[in-house]
């Protein structure tokens, strides 16, 4: 902890003030970027996985659909043959 406190000091000492500063800036703005680009590919990759669940649900969803326009299709011809018998 003591040698780090005397390079710091050291530092400041032989670059200056406003030099540290800049440093510390650029860091910190470097920092801040790679911790929102990991937050984004996160978002990324959870987001596709619910583009695929939803996809999932989608395409059962539509079959059932078809099956119930299927059924009601079958539905109605019979109904039209025993309106056709009377």
Known sequence: MTGEVSQLYTMVMDLGIPACV?????W??????????REREAF???DAENDE???????????AILSIK???????????ELMVKK
């Open 70 to 80: 299927l059924a009601l299709e079958q539905n109605t011809v019979a109904i039209r």
């Open 53 to 63: 669940k939803l996809m999932a649900i989608v395409e059962k969803s539509s079959d």
């Open 28 to 37: 910190f703005i470097k920092y801040t970027t790679d911790q929102a680009r």
């Open 44 to 46: 990324w990759a959870k």
């Open 22 to 26: 800049i440093i510390a800036s650029f």
